[in-house]
Structures are given as C-alpha cells and as structure tokens.
C-alpha cells in the first residue's frame, strides 16, 4: 500500500480548520478552505519530490581532482567535505565579465548567510565563481557576509563540468556525497528556460531563495517585473 493510500484525503483535514478571523465573509472563509486543501496537497507533493530526490541511484563518480582556491588558499573539492559525507555547492554568478554581483544569487546568498551555522550541522556548503579569490571576498565583505564560504574556480574546470559546458556565467546548484571513500555527484538543478511555463520567469523547484515563498504569501505575488537589487534608494 503506497503512503497517499493510507493519507486522510486533504479536503478533510482542511474541514477540521477552525480559523476564522474578524470580519470575514462565507465567500471568504469558503475559498480560503479550498485553498487549504490545496496546500495541504502541495506539502505532500513536496515530500513525495523529497523522497524521490533522496531515493536516487548512485550518480556519477568524480575521478577528477577539482581545485579551488578559497579565502585560505587552495583546496580541492575533497576538502570541501570537511567532516561531512554530503556537500552542496552553490556556484554564483560572478564572472571575470561582470562589472558586479548577479542581484539574484546576491538575494539568494544573502537568504543563506544567517543559516550557515544551522545548515553545516548536517551538510558542507561551499559558494563558487569564476572570478579570482580576492574579488570573491572582496564582494562577500561589501554585503558584511562572515559565515557563508566563497571559493574561486579560477580554471573554470569544475564549472564546465558541472554547470556550464560552455562556461557562461550562470547559476548551478549541485550536491555530492562521500560514501566508501568515493565522491560521487548526487543531484544537481536541471530546470532550464526552455522548461520554464509561459508567463512565469523561469524558476526551479523547490524555490531556494525564501524572498519567493514569501512575496507567493502576497496579493501582488512575485509580480512580472520586478527583481531584487544590489541596494535601493
């Protein structure tokens, strides 16, 4: 028996809802339970993608000795572990070509400097671009960023790799683990444009930057046109 077959169906467990606020209306309260229901269906479909994810096969072996330079000095991507058996790198858009940070991994990056003591209590998180080390730091210290890690991928090896066979200057989000000696990639984002649905900017899923959850909880919504910037006036 599969676990949605022995699930309380969503409609009736959003019937046991006794919220209710000042002045709501039946319409309101009607739709809002629906709604309800719907959530409740989109939390199991999060956790059944979860498990799917966490049930892969083993994935590729990385033979390769990937090297980085850090805020320390070189390192390899073996080193980047520490003494944890899963790693995930976020790898930033900050190219030699760009004159400044992407404002979207800035967002992004910034959701997760807060989190890094929480997060490295389970898995090893490492930030990588293609630009020198010093202009790595020199931008993580213009945002006051203490805890989050940046490593340059100065021959862009690991990027063409796993990111970029072209090596442009965009986004990756790629997780390998350490088992029986072997590092092997686990997961990466695959989500591109071309599988973006229309009208929407394209996105993956689960979302990994929190500013979109919250703007979803919004009547404006994440809107058409607007996009988080390096600083406002």
């Known amino acids: 028996m599969t676990q949605s077959s022995t699930l309380t169906p969503a409609k009736a467990l959003a019937e046991r809802n006794r919220a209710h606020f000042p002045n709501e209306d039946a319409a309101y309260r009607k739709a809002r339970n629906a709604l309800l229901a719907e959530e409740i269906e989109l939390r199991r479909h999060i956790e059944r993608v979860a498990e799917m994810r966490r049930q892969l096969p083993p994935g590729g072996e990385v033979k390769q000795t990937y090297h980085f330079t850090g805020e320390k000095g070189p390192v390899t991507l073996a080193d980047l572990f520490g003494d944890k058996d899963t790693l995930v790198v976020y790898s930033y858009m900050l190219g030699p070509q760009r004159e400044k940070p992407c404002p979207m991994c800035t967002s992004l990056m910034g959701s997760w400097e807060g989190k890094v003591p929480d997060i490295e209590q389970r898995v090893a998180l490492a930030m990588v671009a293609r630009s020198p080390i010093d202009r790595l730091k020199a931008a993580k210290a213009a945002r006051g960023w203490t805890q989050l890690k940046v490593y340059a991928d100065t021959d862009g090896t690991f990027t063409r790799n796993y990111v970029s066979a072209e090596d442009a200057d965009i986004p990756g989000?790629?997780?390998?683990?350490?088992?029986?000696?072997?590092?092997?990639?686990?997961?990466?984002?695959?989500?591109?444009?071309?599988m973006a649905d229309p009208g929407q900017d394209p996105r993956g899923a689960p979302d990994p930057d929190p500013l979109w959850t919250l703007l979803d909880t919004t009547p404006e919504g994440r809107g058409g046109n607007w996009y988080p910037k390096l600083q406002y006036d």
């Open 173 to 194: 989000y790629t997780v390998f683990t350490k088992r029986d000696g072997k590092i092997r990639h686990f997961y990466s984002g695959e989500m591109s444009g071309a």
